[in-house]
């Protein structure tokens, strides 16, 4: 939940230099805004700074108080809402607002930040913006009843991500039937899904749901035995380079008709990057900086 904690009276912290914080240049303000030691009335000044630097690292302290934090939420500038959306301490309400702001990256921040709840997930679910819904997709512990709503996602890509990175028994039941292929490529990364879902999927008729499912994760024997004689080249070379496939099926692998999965299966070396890992959930993370078709950022 948020942390943001409204301010009555006088900072019992002001003291000498709170007087002529918003003067001077914009470096000295920036300096004021970023010391730990500033009272808190002094950041409320600093949260209507005419310098979006000055106001963003505002947006960024999580001991900001809610007086501070609150207009810099509609704040002009995209960078100090998007500080804003990523800061801890900002209260659900504010995330509510930020969750539909017309900024893509300022939505995509509000999923990342630890502070969001299920009201705030429930927005996202509803969202027209399919990343949004795809970094919702990604979280670890989403509710049942989101998840379900998800598993019929319009967007093969939400579905896909949602397959991936699931950990409701649930939903990679229903994701199995998906008639997407994607979809099922991101069930064969999952390392959650049970020996009879993995049997199933190593005999998918799509060559690359095969082949993620062998880089990705461990099979029983009776499966990687028949993948060895796998109609595809890409399965079996996948076979041949996977960090999770055992070595007694990389020897079968040495004689294989294709001379290239033969020789990458008898060169193979562990540890040599082969594997493909399952990525963390993406949030919606930019570098820092207006890039281009995006005007606007941070202004002194």
Do not use: Y
């Amino acid at each position: 939940m948020g942390k943001q904690q409204d301010v009555d009276g006088p900072d019992r912290h002001s003291g000498s230099g709170a007087a002529d914080a918003t003067g001077g240049s914009v470096d000295a303000r920036l300096a004021v805004a970023q010391d730990p030691a500033t009272p808190q009335m002094t950041l409320i000044d600093l949260a209507s700074d005419p310098s979006a630097v000055v106001r963003k690292a505002v947006a960024t302290r999580t001991d900001a108080p809610a007086q501070a934090l609150r207009p810099l939420t509609r704040d002009r500038d995209r960078d100090v809402r998007e500080a804003v959306a990523r800061n801890s301490s900002t209260s659900i309400g504010n995330l509510l607002v930020l969750v539909k702001d017309a900024d893509r990256w300022v939505r995509w921040a509000v999923a990342g930040n630890p502070a969001c709840n299920e009201s705030v997930r429930r927005v996202m679910a509803e969202a027209s913006d399919k990343e949004l819904r795809g970094l919702l997709a990604e979280t670890r512990d989403l509710e049942p009843e989101l998840a379900a709503r998800l598993v019929d996602d319009v967007s093969p890509e939400v579905r896909e991500r949602l397959a991936t990175h699931t950990h409701d028994p649930d939903v990679i039941t229903a994701l199995m039937a998906d008639r997407t292929a994607r979809v099922r490529k991101g069930l064969a990364r999952n390392p959650r899904t049970t020996a009879a879902q993995r049997s199933a999927l190593a005999q998918d008729p799509v060559v690359d749901v095969r082949v993620a499912l062998v880089l990705a994760v461990e099979l029983d024997d009776a499966d990687l035995r028949r993948l060895v004689d796998d109609r595809s080249v890409q399965v079996r070379m996948a076979l041949a380079t996977s960090e999770v496939v055992p070595p007694h099926i990389r020897q079968a692998l040495g004689g294989d008709p294709d001379e290239m999965v033969a020789a990458a299966a008898r060169d193979f070396r562990p540890g040599t990057g082969n594997a493909t890992v399952v990525r963390a959930p993406r949030i919606g993370h930019r570098a820092s900086g207006a890039g281009r078709g995006r005007p606007g950022g941070a202004r002194r």
